[in-house]
Structures are given as C-alpha cells and as structure tokens.
C-alpha cells in the first residue's frame, strides 16, 4: 500500500492550487484521509482531514479557503486551496487509516505520503 500525492508548485498570493493524493495497493477500505504541512523549522500540523462518510475537519487558518473533496471510489482525496496567502508555504503531506490485505486477513495502518512543495510567494 502507498499514497502518491502530486500537484504542489510555486503560486503567486490569492492563486489557487490543487493537490491530489491516491492511495494504491492491496486496500480493502480507507477510513480517514487527509492533508498535514509542514512549514520550514515548524512542527508539522493539519491542515484538513475528511471520513469515509464525509465528515470534514478543518484547521481555523485555512476555513473558507481550502476544500478537502474526496473520491471514496478511486481512493483519491484532495486539497483545493483558493485565495493562497505566503504563510501557506510547505511541505504538505497526506495522511490515510487504511485497512489492508495481508494474505487473507485484514490490517489496520496508517500511511503519510511523501511531501509535496507548495511555495506562495510573488
């Protein structure tokens, strides 16, 4: 099992940019799926997680600017971020609980994608 996250670049303030991160393997179901960054010399920190059924979390910093859609069919979530602000620039990660196959049973594990760069700057 893996997560392949692509989409980040370089945007200038008030861009928008969109993330996406598929989770590909042996899956049997993914419950949470989300995205963290980390800026440079900081703790890394959510950004937004979303359920299976759809129950969304954001942190206060990006409410109103960032969505976080899920594809519970191609096991794909994303991260459309609007209005971009220079503080938005990092590493963001995405983050998944997946149960797996493992032979004929069924594990439980949680996987960070490698980081993808998105720089805000003008």
């Known amino acids: 099992v893996q997560l392949q996250a692509s989409g980040g670049g370089l945007v200038q303030p008030g861009g928008s940019l969109r993330l996406s991160c598929a989770a590909s393997g042996s899956i049997f179901s993914i419950n949470v799926m989300g995205w963290y960054r980390q800026a440079p010399g900081k703790q890394r920190d959510l950004v937004a997680t979303i359920t299976r059924g759809g129950k969304i979390n954001y942190a206060d910093s990006v409410k109103g600017r960032f969505t976080i859609p899920r594809d519970n069919a191609k096991n794909t979530v994303y991260l459309q971020m609007n209005s971009l602000k220079p503080e938005d620039t990092a590493v963001y990660y995405c983050?998944?609980?997946?149960?797996?196959?493992?032979?004929?049973?069924?594990?439980?594990?949680?996987?960070w994608g490698k980081g993808t760069l998105v720089t805000v700057s003008s």
């Open positions: 983050n998944a609980d997946i149960t797996y196959w493992s032979g004929s049973y069924l594990q439980d594990m949680n996987y």
